[in-house]
């Protein structure tokens, strides 16, 4: 256990509907990354907020969008759903710094049809 | 693109020690190589990370070379519950510290 939750465990929507997935970082921790991962291949670096501002960003087109909150708790908001955008979302929290572990929660499991 | 190479399958006895090796040849002063590890469907688990000096802790064990291109993960006694995709990172210090997953070595521990 990790301490980061992610909600839902599973989801299915259909292509050109849009998507939000939530997650809920370890206490302490003012830093939330995204990650998606597709079937076989490892996690690609979508964003990162850090103190509810972002802070760098992967090679992800602007629907891919997020925040983060005060409590540092995040969202991230896909619009306008592909057929490839089905994979597994992680969400990794850790304090700020170069030399601090990032810890992942379970994932949530998109399925766009 | 990722800074690291592994070998994309390996395998081991039980109760042996696995071995898992990492290229990293183009790795800068000042970035950390980390490893996690990812049993199927679950979040990465952050295993251990070093600079320059070896590091052991509960899990394993990092042997850094003195040229810093490569390290070895060593998992002294492994069970099967260490069947695992193992993946070897630089973490990048650009405007955020962001991960950056290869493909990773897929371990097998056998019975």
């Known amino acids: 256990e990790t301490g980061v939750t992610q909600s839902p465990t599973h989801l299915i929507k259909t292509r050109g509907q849009q998507v939000t997935l939530r997650c809920s970082s370890q206490s302490g921790h003012n830093t939330v990354s995204w990650y998606q991962q597709a079937l076989g291949q490892g996690p690609q670096f979508i964003f990162q907020?850090?103190?509810?501002?972002?802070?760098g960003r992967g090679n992800f087109p602007p629907r891919f969008s997020g925040l983060q909150f005060p409590n540092y708790s995040s969202e991230l908001n896909v619009n306008a759903l592909e057929l490839d955008d089905s994979a597994l979302y992680l969400c990794?929290?850790?304090?700020?710094?170069?030399?601090?572990?990032?810890?992942f929660g379970q994932g949530t499991r998109l399925t766009v049809v | 693109d990722a800074k690291t190479t592994q070998p994309p399958s390996m395998d081991c006895a039980e109760g042996r020690a696995a071995n898992l090796p990492c290229n990293h040849s183009t790795i800068s002063g000042n970035e950390y190589v980390y490893w996690y590890r990812q049993i199927h469907s679950q979040g990465p688990q952050y295993i251990i990370h070093?600079?320059?000096n070896n590091e052991t802790n509960e899990m394993a064990s990092l042997i850094i070379t003195e040229d810093r291109k490569s390290s070895t993960l060593i998992l002294p006694h492994a069970t099967l519950r260490d069947t695992a995709v193992y993946y070897c990172i630089v973490r990048v210090k650009d405007s955020s510290y962001k991960l950056i997953f290869g493909s990773g070595t897929r371990l097998l521990v056998r019975p």
């Open positions: 070093g600079l320059k």
């Open positions: 907020y850090y103190r509810e501002e972002e802070n």
């Open positions: 990794a929290s850790s304090p700020v710094g170069p030399t601090t572990e990032a810890f």
